[in-house]
């Protein structure tokens, strides 16, 4: 009888663990789905000397709510993606190592700058050959005077990969390679900030001449290549166009090709902008 | 007792039985000696600047931690401490692809200030993937209320291709090339339970390269100190 009883609770134990088991295989796939993600900034300070220039940073609204929403129902890998605390927490390690950062109201303020997403795509590792979430960030960065008057307009575009692992989560994953494509922008702007024509010109007392709303932005991008050795302007001629790129595949863009499918704006976009740096 | 020659009866198939890596690794040494110092430092990265170049940081840690242990005297800056102290130059896209570029990287008075500080006396550069090349075999597993297994044999090929190029710091120039590459085939029979015999080729690959990188900063190159 005792036996019977003891085999019983035995069962019922095998049976309880067995259930604990499928629930947590479950949960586990259930896990591998999409994910709405919070991205944790992880942005150093730059090593970089600062410039005698008082900015002003602006966040719009917009800005500092944006939120990436999924809406392709057939891209299951990421439900959302809100890197607010990130791109703010990026904008202003770089801007407050480079200048010095001041109210909007300060008297002795040079310029204001403005950053707004102008577009956000990512990749997941099924959708390419490769082996890692991708993700691509694209600014602009509306620069204004001490009077308000709009100096100049640049793009920056970040890329940022992360490979998959055994064990790394989905979600894990396009936190880091959302943290890289930041860095990659924060990089760009420290390195390429005092080497700006507007830059220059306050840096030499004058000031830098308006421009109309319409006119064309400029863009601050990077290629290895280039990145240390020529003078701002040398670069200008030498940056090739997003058409040229794709025949001698030398620059940024080549090495980092957006995705064909799903990033024709941003080709459309990077041919708009003749006055590559 | 029976439990003891039970596990060692197992270690000694799964010895037996674990796939093997073949290995080729050339260096190319472009300066006689590559002096090394008490107190000098050397910092291992990996290159990443295109989307298809993704160097592992599991393999440039390895690299640096053979490096460690078999240079006694040098100090191995981590790959991630370093690129984060020196944020922006080192970035994926943004860090030096020629001595050259490091040269005006280092015009950057605060970068230069910072390398002299942390005594740095040379860069080595990984860059390569390992890749599965080869795959054969099918595997089932299923589970249920009643228990779980799989039934099968798979098999796969991983081919390792690295490329490190050292960067003396004194005179802004490369000063040696080591290539390795490595070539392994994993297997995994199932039977209720799947028994996979690895081949640990991302490893092996590390060891090959790292073994070839401490004879190079060796005093006496002939010697090759093999690390366990």
């Known amino acids: 009888m005792l036996d019977k009883i003891d085999s019983r609770r035995w069962m019922g134990r095998w049976n309880s663990c067995h259930n604990r088991l499928l629930v947590l295989l479950s949960l586990t796939l259930v896990s591998g789905c999409a994910s709405s993600i919070v991205v944790k900034p992880n942005i150093p300070s730059p090593l970089v000397e600062k410039l005698p220039l008082n900015i002003n ?39 407050s190592s480079l200048t010095n950062l001041v109210e909007a109201t300060a008297p002795s303020k040079n310029l204001s700058i403005e950053p707004e ?15 890692q979430y991708e993700i691509w960030i694209k600014y602009r960065l509306k620069l204004r005077d001490k009077n308000d008057a709009r100096v100049a307009d640049w793009v920056v575009k970040g890329y940022g990969k992360t490979p998959t692992g055994m064990l790394r989560s989905a979600s894990s994953a396009f936190n880091s390679a959302t943290n890289v494509a ?40 990077v290629a290895s290549s280039d990145i240390v050795a020529e003078p701002i302007d040398e670069q200008v001629a030498q940056a090739p166009t997003f ?24 080709a459309e976009t990077e041919q708009e902008g003749k006055d590559d740096i | 007792m029976i439990s003891r020659l039970k596990f060692l009866v197992v270690g000694t198939l799964l010895i037996i039985l674990s796939a093997c890596t073949t290995i080729n690794v ?27 170049i993704q160097t592992e940081a599991s393999l440039v840690s390895c690299i640096g931690g053979r490096l460690a242990k078999g240079t006694g005297d040098v100090r191995i800056i981590p790959e991630a401490e370093f690129v984060d102290a020196f944020y922006p130059w080192f970035e994926a896209r943004t860090a030096p692809l020629h ?7 280092l015009n950057q008075p605060a970068v230069a200030d910072k390398i002299k500080g942390l005594n ?17 075999g099918s595997m089932t597993c299923s589970i249920g209320p009643g228990g779980g297994g799989c039934f099968g044999f798979g098999t796969w090929e991983d081919t390792s291709d690295y490329e490190t190029t050292i960067w003396d710091l004194d005179t802004f120039s490369e000063v040696g090339r080591v290539s390795t590459e490595a070539v392994g085939t994993s297997y995994m029979p199932a039977f209720v339970i799947p028994l996979p015999l690895l081949a640990q080729v991302e490893g092996d690959a590390c060891q090959g390269m790292g073994n070839q990188l401490v004879r190079f900063f060796s005093k ?4 090759l100190k093999t690390i366990p």
């Open chain 1, 117 to 131: 997403i102008l577009d956000f795509q990512y990749s997941a590792p099924s959708e390419t050959k490769l082996k």
């Open chain 2, 26 to 52: 050339d260096h190319v040494r472009l300066k006689e000696t590559a002096a090394l110092e008490e107190g000098d430092a050397m910092v291992v990265l990996g290159r990443h600047q295109t989307a298809e």
């Open chain 2, 120 to 136: 740095i006396r040379y860069f080595v550069w990984v860059e390569g993937s390992t890749e599965r090349t080869n795959s054969a």
């Open chain 1, 57 to 95: 940073m602006v966040y719009s609204d917009t800005f500092s709510n944006y939120v990436y929403l999924e809406n392709e129902k057939k891209r299951g890998s990421l439900k959302s993606i809100d890197f607010t605390d990130a791109q703010t927490s990026m904008f202003q390690q770089v801007f």
């Open chain 2, 220 to 223: 006496d190159a002939s010697s």
């Open chain 2, 99 to 105: 001595p050259k570029k490091l040269r005006k990287v």
């Open chain 1, 182 to 221: 930041l860095r990659d922008v924060g990089a760009q702007l420290s390195i390429r900030f005092p080497r700006q024509r507007v830059v220059k010109t306050l840096l030499d007392g004058g000031s830098p001449p308006t421009i109309a709303e319409s006119e064309p932005e400029e863009s601050v991008e």
């Open chain 1, 243 to 266: 058409e040229q790129t794709e025949v001698d595949g030398s620059s940024a863009e080549a090495e980092n090709p957006p995705l064909e499918t799903a990033d024709k704006g941003l």
